[in-house]
């Protein structure tokens, strides 16, 4: 008597059902059988037809634990399922081109079943599409909003910025100067409106002692060039802006919300901002920013016009074309103007320097100007995603390869059965057009959180950050990724299933038809561009990577960044000019003697910081022809001690001290850069003298050299800079008394000390500054690390991206190569049981597995390395200190790619010499 | 005899009458569709389970190990409320199906 119970645990696979339910499930079965036999006794049979009978009662043990299995899912979809049903069924009643409807409706649902049924298979699809399409909707918004979008003021296209420059002074961009731009406000016909702008704070009275807001200061023909007014009261006249005049504030939008509750009442009411009260005369729309600047308050420059004199050119200039104006038509007039402005507002630059200087007003588009050359990072960065979607693209056509070949039996039964071509057709688009929106839908999932992250890291180099959004514009450009993606890998498995020899198909069982060989060179194909695609990226970041290194061996002209504390302190109380040096120097004193403090020094500005003033120079030694204006140097104001504190050794002679500030010593410090223009060497420097002014003359003697410092930031050449000291008299003979004291009353102080940065810290500076001026907030408190760090936003946001993208490029690629490698394994189990069947060593086998990995490693790595020298061409803008084709960064990516590429080759060549030549030789 | 199709739509509304009212086990349910349909129809194992295991998973039919005196244990199943109401809906289904394919296909007599 058979045991039945026993049969159907060996035949019956129940993989699919947990423990007590295989066991039930078994049960029932090996009952029916039992019963079978048993009947067909009782009827006469024999023992071996019985047993026959019973067996016949299941033909396919493997399709009836699928069935079954199936059986206990589709009860559940039921419903779902005959919802699609009634639909087609209530299309095809209509007949006609609807039946077309109901067809295309049919096989999503069997699509979205098959996709069901192979969820590993439709979660690697989705993932990589979604990798693909998220990133390059991501990137793509960030383009869009930043690069491509227009300002967001009406007829942003009529907007300029406004420049001059004196080449003949070695100057190529200049800024603007309050006498110019008067003239342009008065006598530019080309220009609608014309106006000055600046970043600048406001000191409110907080609960904790002042607090320092951020604010911008504008002429009164500023917002008529944004074409931006007010939503309540008014914007500023001219009278505003003229000293002695009431004085008045317009506050932002979220500053009217916050501080006043949004009441309209607040026109005409008094704040009170740096300890003088402002009436309030108007607030700006919602979500208005000048040029990107965030602002709390608008303050008016106040100024006397009659008294302007050309000079002082550090202001920022916008201006607004008139309708139907070019801005070459522009500037011709403005070039006629200059000459006007000379002789209007005499005392500063006179009508001959400016022809020296070859002075000329220069237009840029207003945009230009705020996007700056973000564009070069960014463009690199959208052709990185744009790679990773042809690897996503290239690892799913694989996959859908693989796919389709399992299927093979399945497309030729529905062939053979009459199935027209159409349907085929029809069949694998509606796959992949379905897998391309579903890993569509994913991708926007992705670039949502992505661009969230963003937004809250908030790169500080990338300008319009808050005009990046994901709106109509970027989702299109992701459905027509989904779409076109989806329709191109659609295309790969119908161009096999309309080749496909529909006998040998059906034959075989699917182990295989055609030119396997073919096929096997597509596969290896795809592997080999996703490793070069990978290889690409890998060089981009690897490029990045000794950017970033070599900017930080550069000397920056400081040391220890993280240790230097610097703030920007003012003294307001002090009555007499001639005192505020000595209160500096007392509180430097004071915060020399804070435990921990190992030097303190003053300047006007840090390296990298801003507002450095800048002037001609003029050489005892070698003087210039009569009339000739001398080069224009960078100025900065120090007190005693600034070098050492920032630690910028000092290269020939001696240090500036606070005797030398006390004595109004007539002295200054040059850079080292200057010293070996001008003499060659540093040491023959010091003792020259050098003069500033309109003219040569009124000289002072240079005590010493310091070394170069990298004032525009690590990635630029060094500037040119001249140290005073910070109280001169006779400065500026010919513009004031030679008895007239000029003294810094703001100064930028540097804390070198062990505890920067540690809490508690900041608390105790802020007490002695405040002791020393009160009523006056520390202004700009930040770290020389956290300056550099900003002067590296650039090149650490590009690193970054790129190094994601090559991360997300090598797993793709990885996963690619795998997949290759472990399916050709598959395919020959055969062979390779034959051969260690035949007396090969398990080691052959896995060498030969090894030996095809290696070569599409290595034609992978060639290829990229023939397309990283063409594309990392683009990238130069970016480096700094290492060459586009550097040698040591391909090599070190050819042989990590080759490493890991064997990695993956190592799993399927072990499985292949453990394949029992047995069951090789078995399976079919 | 008949197409997959036909009898895979109508296996259900089978199983479901023979339990009508009675206790019934797998072989015994395809025994009967073999033995009343005159041998016209038959369930083999494969095909009958799984459809008995998805009406079970939809609440129509609840099936309970049993253990009569003198005979092994078996799974029995019987029809549930929700079951009997399918099984009226199916039937109503067919009757309905078989008329409108009857005035279509048998000539009219005007």
Same mark, same amino acid.
């Given at each position: 008597m058979p045991d039945w119970k026993k049969m159907v645990e060996e035949n019956l696979p129940t993989g699919r059902f947990r423990g007590e339910l295989a066991a039930d499930i078994q049960a029932e079965i090996a009952d029916h059988l039992e019963d079978a036999y048993q009947e067909a006794l009782r009827l006469g049979a024999t023992e071996e037809e019985a047993v026959e009978r019973a067996l016949a009662?299941?033909?396919d043990w493997e399709a009836l634990a699928e069935r079954i299995a199936r059986s206990r899912r589709d009860a559940t979809e039921g419903w779902a399922a005959m919802e699609v049903e009634t639909s087609e069924v209530a299309l095809r009643r209509r007949g006609g081109p609807w039946n077309a409807a109901a067809d295309v409706l049919q096989e999503l649902r069997f699509t979205l079943r098959r996709l069901g049924k192979a969820p590993v298979f439709t979660a690697a699809v989705l993932l990589s599409l979604g990798l693909g399409i998220g990133a390059n909707t991501a990137i793509y918004s960030v383009v869009k909003g930043v690069l491509l979008d227009p300002l967001?003021?009406?007829?942003?296209?009529r907007l300029v910025a406004v420049w001059n420059s004196a080449p003949g002074a070695g100057q190529d961009l200049v800024r603007q100067s309050f006498a110019l731009n008067a003239v342009y406000e008065d006598d530019?016909?080309?220009?609608e409106s014309v106006g000055i702008w600046g970043p600048s704070f406001s000191t409110l009275d907080g609960p904790d002692g002042p607090e320092q807001v951020p604010a911008v200061q504008v002429t009164h023909g500023l917002f008529p060039v944004l074409g931006v007014q007010p939503v309540i009261g008014r914007g500023f006249t001219f009278e505003d802006t003229q000293t002695g005049s009431p004085r008045t504030v317009i506050l932002s939008w979220d500053t009217w919300t916050r501080r006043h509750g949004g009441d309209p009442a607040v026109i005409g009411r008094t704040v009170v901002l740096g300890e003088i009260p402002r009436e309030v005369i108007g607030v700006m729309p919602e979500g208005f920013r000048v040029m990107d600047q965030p602002a709390e308050y608008y303050h008016p420059f106040r100024y006397t016009k009659a008294e302007l004199t050309l000079t002082q050119f550090t202001l920022r200039s916008i201006a607004r074309l008139r309708e139907g104006v070019t801005p070459g038509q522009a500037l011709a007039e403005m070039e006629g103007l200059l000459p006007v402005a000379a002789e209007r507002y005499p005392g500063g630059v006179d009508l001959k320097t400016l022809r020296e200087m070859g002075a000329a007003p220069v237009l840029h588009p207003l945009k230009a100007d705020l996007v700056g050359n973000v564009g070069e990072v960014l463009w690199v960065v959208l052709a990185g995603v744009a790679i990773i979607l042809l690897i996503a693209c290239a690892n799913v056509a694989n996959l859908l390869l693989v796919q389709s070949e399992s299927h093979e039996r399945a497309v030729a039964i529905q062939s053979a059965l009459g199935s027209s071509r159409r349907r085929l057709v029809l069949r694998f688009l509606t796959e992949s057009v379905t897998l391309g929106g579903l890993g569509g839908a994913v991708g926007v999932g992705l670039a949502v959180g992505g661009l969230a992250l963003l937004r809250s890291l908030g /790169?500080?180099?990338?300008?319009?950050?808050?005009?990046i959004d994901l709106d109509a514009g970027v989702l299109l450009l992701a459905v027509l990724l989904s779409l076109g993606s989806g329709l191109a890998l659609g295309l790969l498995p119908l161009a096999r299933a309309w080749r496909l020899d529909l006998c040998a198909a059906l034959k075989e069982g699917g182990q295989g038809t055609g030119t396997g060989r073919s096929r096997g060179m597509v596969r290896n194909a795809f592997a080999v561009v996703q490793l070069a695609l990978a290889m690409i990226l890998l060089v981009g970041s690897g490029l990045m990577i000794r950017t970033f290194v070599s900017l930080s061996q550069?000397? /920056?002209?400081?040391?220890d960044p993280e240790r230097l504390l610097t703030f920007t302190a003012t003294d307001v109380t002090t009555q007499d000019d001639a005192d505020v040096p000595e209160a500096h120097r007392a509180l430097a004193e004071r915060l020399a003697r804070l435990p921990g403090v190992e030097a303190v020094g003053l300047t006007t500005t840090v390296p990298m910081g801003t507002g450095a003033g800048f002037d001609p120079i003029y050489v005892e030694d070698f003087p210039l022809p009569e009339g000739q204006q001398g080069p224009i140097k960078r100025f900065k104001w120090i007190g005693g001690g600034y070098h050492e504190a920032i630690g910028n050794p000092v290269v020939a002679g001696r240090a500036i001290t606070w005797d030398d500030v006390r004595e109004l010593a007539r002295v200054v410090m040059i850079t080292e850069g200057f010293a070996r223009e001008v003499w060659g060497d540093p040491a023959r420097a010091v003792g020259r003298r050098i003069s500033t002014g309109f003219g040569p003359g009124n000289w002072r003697e240079i005590v010493g050299v310091v070394g170069d410092v990298r004032d525009d930031g690590l990635d630029q050449d060094p500037v040119d800079i001249v140290y005073w000291p910070m109280a001169i008299r006779d400065y500026w003979p010919e513009i004031s008394d030679r008895d007239a004291l000029f003294v810094q009353r703001s100064m930028t102080y540097v804390v070198r000390s062990g505890r920067t940065g540690t809490p508690g810290f900041l608390e105790e500076v802020r007490r002695e500054v405040l002791a020393s001026f009160p009523g006056r907030p520390l202004v700009g408190v930040r770290t020389m690390a956290s300056l550099e760090r900003d002067s590296l936003a650039r090149t650490s946001f590009t690193l970054v991206m790129l190094a994601i993208a090559a991360a997300m490029a090598l797993v793709l690629g990885i996963v690619g190569i795998y997949g290759v490698i472990s399916y050709a394994v598959g395919r020959r189990t055969r062979e390779m049981g034959l051969r260690m069947a035949m007396g090969a060593e398990p080691g052959r086998v896995t060498r030969m597995v090894l030996r095809q990995g290696l070569c599409v490693a290595l034609v992978g790595v060639a290829s990229g390395m023939v397309g990283a020298l063409g594309a990392t061409r683009l990238m130069r803008a970016v480096l700094f200190g290492v060459s586009p084709a550097d040698p040591l960064t391909y090599g070190a990516t050819a042989t990590v790619i080759v490493g890991v590429a064997l990695l993956a080759t190592w799993v399927p060549a072990r499985r292949a010499a453990r394949v029992d030549p047995n069951e090789a030789l078995r399976a079919q | 005899m008949f197409s997959p199709t036909l009898k895979k739509g109508s296996a259900e509304l089978l199983i479901l009458s023979l339990l009508e009212g009675r206790e019934r086990h797998g072989y015994e349910v395809a025994k009967l569709i073999r033995e009343r349909s005159g041998g016209r129809l038959s369930f083999q194992a494969s095909s009958l389970y799984p459809v008995l295991f998805r009406m079970e998973k939809r609440g129509w039919i609840k099936g309970m190990w049993v253990e009569r005196d003198g005979e092994r244990r078996r799974r029995f199943y019987r029809l549930t409320d929700k079951g009997e109401a399918a099984l009226a809906r199916q039937r109503a289904t067919w009757r309905e199906f078989t008329l409108a394919v009857n005035l279509v296909v048998e000539p009219s007599h005007a």
């Open positions: 009662e299941v033909d967001p003021y009406p007829d942003p296209d530019a016909r080309a220009f /790169p500080a180099d990338l300008p319009r950050l808050q005009d550069v000397s /920056p002209g400081y040391s | -």
